[in-house]
């Protein structure tokens, strides 16, 4: 007998460990592709936002410029007015 000779009590063992390998190395692979999507899922949002982010601060400045031409113009026609 050779050391390489496994009963089968052994050979279930075995089995039974290349199945609990196996399922462990699914797990892994899921776990890796849930990380990456959560990845790509968390850029996209952080460049929405930035984007979001963007978008306010131009309406805020075009607000602001409008709401100062306006409040200019006002205040030349009270001057005007008063000359």
């Not at 290349?18 to 959560?38: L, R």
Request: charged share 20%; hydrophobic share 40%.
């Amino acid at each position: 007998m050779d050391g390489f000779d496994l009963n089968s009590s052994e050979k279930a063992d075995a089995s039974e460990l290349q199945m609990m390998i196996a399922i462990e190395q699914q797990k892994a692979q899921f776990q890796a592709q849930m990380s990456a999507g959560t990845s790509a899922w968390r850029g996209a949002r952080v460049q929405k936002w930035i984007h979001g982010q963007t978008c306010l601060v131009s309406c805020v400045d075009s607000f602001i410029d409008t709401t100062l031409s306006i409040t200019n113009r006002f205040t030349q026609m009270v001057q005007r007015g008063a000359h």
